[in-house]
């Protein structure tokens, strides 16, 4: 029952590296989102997506482009780090039955860009 | 959009005393609230959800929040914190408009002295 697994766990990166970052759910839910934590800020939704090959601007999308070319998969990539970038990154995946919601978050990504 | 806003930053209370932690939401139309705990360093977990049942939830540990339209807050609860509840606490909605993503409150943060 592995629910939504985030990797890398932890990572730093040099100003103007790119990576991604994986998001894989193993429920079959539909909407899968990414989002980052920032001191004071709480969680802000960068991109979401609402089914396979579909994908959409969030409240901060700057910087970070996504795919989900795949249900089960949501990346998230960062071509140009940047050392505002550096904070801890949470994917979560939902389901929607009506009125129903589950949310499932993962454990997050730790990134330090210097 | 939907949105919220947690009326506190920091809450301090002395174990065995109430907690109070206060949120109010903006909605177009009747919304789905949640609170989310956060421990430091480490995942988020669900405490409770409102989906237009009952207007008084009860979650995990203790805690319960009252969905009050007229005055359109969702305050979260305890009669007696322990020294164990000491964590950040998020208010939580979800946006219909942004393929059922979560939007966050920015945070209060829960101290609890003995």
């Known amino acids: 029952n592995a629910g939504v697994t985030q990797t890398p766990k932890f990572r730093v990166l040099k100003t103007g590296q790119s990576m991604t970052l994986l998001c894989a759910q193993d429920?079959?839910?539909?909407?899968m989102y990414w989002y980052r934590q920032d001191p004071g800020m709480g969680l802000r939704l960068i991109h979401y997506?609402?089914?396979?090959?579909?994908?959409a601007k969030g409240e901060v999308p700057d910087g970070y482009n996504v795919s989900r070319l795949k249900k089960q998969n949501f990346l998230l990539g960062l071509e140009s780090a940047a050392p505002s970038q550096t904070s801890v990154y949470f994917c979560?995946?939902?389901?929607?039955?009506?009125?129903?919601?589950?949310?499932?978050f993962g454990s997050g990504t730790r990134l330090t860009v210097v | 959009a939907q949105s919220v806003t947690q009326l506190d930053s920091h809450v301090s209370v002395s174990e065995g005393t109430p907690v109070l932690l206060r949120c109010n939401y903006s909605?177009?139309?009747?919304?789905?609230l949640f609170w989310y705990v956060q421990h430091p360093n480490k995942g988020l977990q669900l405490l409770l959800k409102?989906?237009?049942?009952?207007?008084l939830v009860k979650g995990i540990n203790g805690f319960e929040a009252e969905f009050k339209k007229s005055e359109t807050s969702f305050h979260l609860t305890k009669p007696s914190a322990h020294m164990s509840d000491a964590a950040e606490y998020f208010c939580?909605?979800?946006?219909?408009?942004?393929?059922?993503?979560?939007?966050f409150g920015k945070g209060t943060t829960l101290s609890v002295s003995s």
């Open positions: 979560a995946s939902s389901y929607v039955v009506g009125q129903t919601y589950g949310y499932t």
């Open positions: 429920m079959n839910h539909e909407y």
């Open positions: 997506s609402v089914g396979e090959g579909t994908t």
């Open positions: 909605s177009s139309y009747s919304p789905s």
């Open positions: 409102y989906t237009s049942a009952a207007t």
């Open positions: 939580v909605v979800s946006d219909s408009q942004a393929g059922t993503a979560l939007i």
